[in-house]
């Protein structure tokens, strides 16, 4: 099955500096990655996705590259502000119905 | 407003105890799955359903029983089979294609 790798797992910027954040996968034949944004104690939010025949998707302050070459896709957040503070998920998709998680990174925006 | 919503948000469990916990949506979405969250990992299958009266196993299946006689509802039971329940449960659904999932605000399970 697909494997979903995340980095890094905890990440701390100042307001207004950008973040990102970069996931792996192995299995070629996922072909949608969605990102989530989980606040404490609520289930996660999709906040931005790719489908794998785009390189780049962006909305606002968020934006979202993909490299099917190299199997990996980040995820960037510019001007952050303190209430970009979550933790965020990336996720393979497989066979158009099993979604891989990545183990989530803890973003820390510091005022 | 459409959306899904599990209950109850906290939930004990007492040794030898099967405990269900509830996820309904108002989507009408087809596919419904349940996953498992501990700290600092992520978010790991343990059944989804892509049809009323159809379910197939997750990566984490065992000690879990789920079932889906309705299109909006799919109850998950954890067994007393499962040594080790106490995590933070999460249902979701989506409909059919290259869709995202949406998440409900979570089953928080913990041990008496």
């Known amino acids: 099955g697909e494997n979903v790798e995340q980095h890094p797992s905890t990440l701390s910027v100042q307001e207004g500096d950008s973040a990102v954040i970069k996931c792996t996968y192995s299995?070629?034949?996922?072909?949608?990655f969605p990102w989530y944004k989980q606040e404490l104690g609520k289930g996660p939010q999709l906040i931005i996705d790719i489908r794998s025949n785009v390189g780049e998707k962006k909305d606002q302050r968020i934006a979202v590259t993909l490299n099917k070459t190299a199997k990996h896709f980040s995820l960037h957040i510019t001007e952050t502000q303190p209430e970009d503070s979550a933790v965020y998920f990336c996720?393979?998709?497989?066979?158009?119905?099993?979604?891989?998680f990545g183990s989530g990174t803890k973003l820390n925006v510091k005022p | 407003d459409g959306g899904i919503t599990q209950s109850p948000k906290y939930l004990f469990r007492k040794e030898g105890q099967n405990v269900t916990l509830s996820c309904e949506q108002n989507?009408?979405?087809?596919?419904m799955y349940w996953y498992r969250q501990d700290p600092g990992q992520g978010l790991r299958l343990i059944y989804y359903s892509q049809i009323v009266n159809d379910f197939q196993k997750g990566d984490i299946a065992e000690g879990y029983s789920v079932s889906r006689e309705k299109k909006e509802s799919f109850p998950l039971t954890v067994t007393s089979a499962q040594k080790n329940p106490t995590a933070f449960y999460l249902c979701a659904s989506r409909t059919d294609g290259n869709q995202p999932q949406h998440f409900g605000d979570g089953t928080r399970l913990s041990i008496l």
């Open positions: 299995d070629s034949a996922s072909n949608y």
């Open positions: 989507l009408n979405h087809d596919a």
């Open positions: 996720a393979g998709v497989y066979n158009f119905n099993k979604f891989y």
